[in-house]
């Protein structure tokens, strides 16, 4: 009989009992004789039944089941932080489920699904605060946010250390002696934005090079908007000698419109990017970034939210993954 197909109730066939005390073993929840566990084990074995995990995390009532809730499940930060997540809940005995929200009604509805149809014991939340959905969280409600600082006394958080790889790749550009450092940033309503344009504007004051608001151009995570902002530098004048791009889609953006404008990158303009996304080394030129381990962030999150589940209320903890700096060829020393 093909093991798929083995059911509990075969198993208690081939022991002579029934399967309520086939479910008794497996479950360890009422006396069973030596005699009888014994014979169950042996049938187990023999028919090489595996036992459904969640229906036995059910009858001990839990689900097992984590959910994480993105903004959208095909950006590849987003996706490799939920792979992250998804192989720490499976190391611990989890299963994730990952959905994407791109609105709060989507999200509103998506919450009140897992939680009540799914019986989901735990949330983690990527972007909670690219609008108003951390405010449709119950505070009851174990979770952790990933991408942004908790506003919620109840819940634990995962990030990169936005400010602090903000702050490096700026001085980066710094050291090679740019001093007219364009950015372009992400939506201003996120943290990671706000943080890494702290980052900025601090490794620029700690050099004593004046801050240029000029020089800072809003983006939207797209490579289309990195792509509009050089145009936008250039119709306010001179263009600067380098530009930090918060993301590397934005900075593909940026060496396509540099292209397009005849500037040589890095020579005429060095530009430095976040996230060191797969294809970062194969663009032209290779581009220089920040690299941050997504997985690691999924994987913390996931770490956080089990230990509040089987912790018995541990303290809210706020994580900030660092990042590393890749030098490849698109800055280079100001000419």
């Known amino acids: 009989m093909p093991r798929s197909r083995i059911t509990i109730r075969d198993v208690a066939a081939r022991a002579g009992v029934s399967h309520q005390t086939v479910s008794r073993v497996i479950n360890n929840n009422a006396p069973v004789s030596d005699l009888t566990r014994n014979r169950v084990l042996e049938a187990i074995e023999d028919l090489g039944y595996s036992p459904n995990a969640i229906a036995r995390s059910m009858a001990k009532g839990r689900s097992s089941m984590l959910a994480c809730i993105s903004p959208n499940l095909t950006d590849y930060t987003l996706s490799s932080i939920i792979e992250g997540a998804e192989r720490e809940a499976r190391k611990n005995g989890y299963y994730l489920v990952s959905s994407s929200a791109e609105n709060e009604q989507t999200f509103k509805d998506l919450l009140k699904e897992l939680l009540k149809s799914r019986r989901v014991e735990g949330l983690l939340v990527i972007n909670p605060y690219v609008d108003s959905r951390y405010q449709l969280i119950n505070p009851k ?4 946010f990933i991408g942004s600082h908790s506003r919620l006394k109840t819940i634990s958080s995962v990030a990169l250390d936005d400010f602090g790889v903000a702050k490096e790749a700026t001085q980066y550009l710094i050291h090679l002696g740019h001093t007219r450092i ?18 900025y504007k601090t490794a620029l004051e700690e050099a004593g090079i004046p801050f240029d608001p000029s020089l800072v151009i809003t983006g939207d995570w797209t490579a289309t908007s990195g792509y509009e902002a050089i145009f936008q530098l250039e119709q306010q004048g001179e263009l600067p000698t380098a530009i930090f791009a918060q993301n590397d889609r934005m900075a593909i953006g940026v060496l396509r419109a540099a292209r397009e404008l005849g500037l040589s990158v890095p020579e005429q303009l060095s530009v430095i990017g976040i996230d060191d996304m797969p294809l970062a080394s194969y663009f032209d030129p290779p581009l220089t970034t920040m690299r941050q381990d997504m997985v690691e ?39």
Request: glycine share 8%.
């Open 297 to 335: 962030i999924g994987s913390q999150a996931a770490k956080l939210l089990i230990h509040s589940l089987e912790g018995n209320g541990l303290p809210r903890e706020h994580l900030r993954i660092p990042a590393k700096l890749i030098v490849r060829k698109s800055t280079c020393e100001e000419k």
């Open 141 to 144: 409600t174990p979770a952790v």
């Open 182 to 199: 364009a950015m372009v940033t992400g939506p201003r309503v996120e943290d990671c934005t706000l943080d890494r344009d702290h980052g």
